[in-house]
């Protein structure tokens, strides 16, 4: 009997029940949340449905995420090893070339005049900079922060590894993505407050057709371009720019299937599991956190509102031949910032069509984005 009762007491205290604490129980409930905003609401579940399952994991069994150093037989958790990718920014990089597979930069080439919406956008990176000085960060920590205010996942992490910051890598990762899957949340009211309907319901004349020249020479002359003046890009415009060659080129299809498709989803189940598993309780629900997620949101509604705001400009500029709206997509979540810009000008026009009109500055903020990690990494003197 005293081993029957020895063999229950120990499996009874093998549960997950006699380690929770109320953080992990907290992280739980954060994380299904997350799950029913994926599947019930469908608000990006490709990124959001990893994320939430990380979540879940690694408050139920911290160890999936122990290191080696940690562990008493040197084997580490299965996610430190999905982890140390995203350290080592090969996730961020295979990201970026299976997004440039995936876009058609057309829209950007027609348009060059998308290049001033994103670069506008990208002063919630710099306003974030600053924020983050302000509530006591190092310069570096306020970097790799502010670089939310793209809401570009891959970018976020591949500069906080670059600079340093693999502490603040998790919630820096998580807030990045978590803003880049609500998109569709934020940014319809801050887009409402600042235009009015009329300005809403302008329509936009057809953008001239670009030739497969152009779209052939167009990675090659911004990989040429961007990575002489900084580069420290390179891994991310570079990657871009080649998963982009691959797609217009016409001549690796095989290439091209791959990076946008089987090799992507691969990534983003590991990228996004691995993110997920870095909000442990203790690591998480701290005030340094709730500071990060505070201030990526106020960076995300900064970007987003100096996008509208030059989008108004041009607006003036033009006399009216510009919809303010597209001046939104010019944050690096792509496509969905340009989808956003599309449904808002619908529901005042159902004839008005901006989707690619939008997706311009949406793949200008792409690279605008990087761009921004590729200044900071200078600044610092990082390689």
Same mark, same amino acid.
């Given at each position: ?23 992990? &129980? ?65 996730? /961020? ?5 299976? &997004? ?124 040429? $371009? $961007? ?9 991310? !415009? ?13 001549? !690796? ?14 990534? &983003? ?28 949101? $106020? ?40 989808? $956003? ?8 026009? /159902? ?11 949406? &793949? ?20």
């Amino acid at each position: 009997m005293d081993y029957i009762a020895n063999t229950l007491s120990n499996l009874i205290h093998q549960t997950a029940f006699f380690n929770l604490t109320w953080g992990n &129980v907290v992280m739980i409930v954060v994380a299904c949340i997350f799950l029913y905003l994926a599947i019930a609401k469908g608000f990006e579940p490709l990124l959001l449905t990893p994320i939430a399952f990380g979540m879940l994991l690694v408050n139920i069994y911290p160890d999936i995420m122990m290191t080696t150093e940690d562990s008493p037989n040197g084997i580490g958790g299965l996610l430190h090893y999905f982890y140390l990718l995203d350290e080592w920014a090969i996730l /961020p990089s295979l990201i970026f070339m299976g &997004v440039g597979a995936m876009t058609d930069f057309g829209p950007l080439i027609a348009n060059p005049k998308s290049f001033l919406l994103g670069a506008a956008a990208q002063f919630g990176i710099f306003a974030a900079y600053f924020g983050a000085i302000a509530f006591g960060f190092n310069d570096k920590a306020a970097a790799a922060i502010s670089i939310i205010g793209g809401a570009d996942g891959p970018t976020s992490i591949f500069l906080a590894g670059k600079l340093g910051q693999t502490a603040l890598l998790g919630p820096i990762a998580v807030a990045a993505y978590s803003y880049m899957s609500l998109v569709p949340i934020i940014q319809p009211p801050i887009m409402k407050l600042l235009t009015t309907k009329k300005e809403r319901q302008i329509k936009m004349g057809q953008l001239r057709p670009v030739s497969k020249l152009e779209k052939i020479l167009f990675p090659i002359v911004v990989t040429i $371009v $961007v990575c002489l003046i900084l580069p420290t890009t390179a891994p991310l !415009v570079g990657m871009l720019m080649l998963g982009n060659l691959f797609r217009e080129s016409g001549v !690796v299809r095989q290439l091209t299937d791959t990076a946008s498709n089987a090799l992507m989803y691969i990534v &983003v189940i590991i990228l996004g599991t691995s993110v997920g598993a870095t909000t442990s309780a203790e690591a998480f629900l701290n005030k340094e956190t709730l500071f990060i997620v505070v201030l990526g949101l $106020v960076a995300f509604a900064f970007g987003t509102a100096a996008g509208i705001m030059f989008g108004k400009l041009m607006c003036v500029l033009t006399k009216g031949k510009v919809n303010p709206l597209i001046g939104s997509a010019g944050v690096s979540a792509v496509p969905m910032a340009a989808r $956003v810009s599309q449904k808002v000008g619908a529901d005042e026009n /159902p004839t008005n069509f901006l989707l690619m009109h939008a997706m311009g500055p949406n &793949v200008a903020g792409v690279i605008g984005t990087a761009v921004a990690a590729g200044t900071f990494m200078a600044v610092f003197g990082v390689f």
